[in-house]
């Protein structure tokens, strides 16, 4: 099956094709995760986060890139992100959290969090999509491109009008 149809099918949720991307790439995302060393996770997770997230992703798959490019720009993202949230994890001085604070934070964390969902469920289809790619999937606007047939100049566009928005809403509430 040509790259096209293949991704055609992802996209439609055939279930047959995800089976064979799973079959074909799970060895070969399994080496790429090995190449990093992790204290929490292991390569399985992320290899299986990494077919996780291609399904519930697979409507951006863009049947003009190569499946296998997709697939490992998606893998090295988890893990690119999840060395981050490790590194920063480490970084924290233990000494410095003031525990009865921790769960009115929490509260404020998420009622922040609830309202920024909102906002962003308020934008226009398309601007939603590249925002949450970029800002939440950090995704960057390079990959997006890849992903969706648009230009980086009209990815950077979508994030300015769906940031500037989001600004205003929160300035207003």
Do not use: W
Not at 150 to 156: F, G, H, V
Request: proline letters at 1%; charged letters at 30%; hydrophobic letters at 40%.
């Amino acid at each position: 099956m040509d790259n096209r149809k293949f991704i055609l099918s992802l996209k439609n949720g055939n279930e047959a094709s995800f089976k064979e991307a799973y079959l074909n790439y799970y060895d070969k995302l399994i080496s790429i995760a090995r190449r990093f060393n992790f204290t929490v996770l292991t390569p399985q997770d992320f290899v299986q986060e990494t077919f996780l997230r291609l399904y519930n992703k697979r409507e951006l798959l863009n049947e003009g890139v190569l499946f296998d490019k997709q697939l490992f720009v998606i893998c090295k993202n988890i893990i690119i992100n999840h060395v981050n949230r490790e590194n920063k994890i480490i970084q924290l001085n233990t000494s410095e959290i003031e525990i009865e604070n921790e769960d009115y934070d929490d509260v404020i964390f998420e009622e922040r969090k609830e309202k920024l969902y909102a906002f962003i469920n308020l934008l226009p289809e398309q601007q939603q999509k590249i925002f949450t790619l970029h800002k939440l999937e950090n995704l960057s606007y390079k990959e997006i491109a890849a992903m969706t047939d648009l230009s980086e100049k009209t990815i950077a566009n979508h994030i300015y009008l769906a940031s500037k928005f989001i600004r205003k809403k929160i300035e207003d509430h």
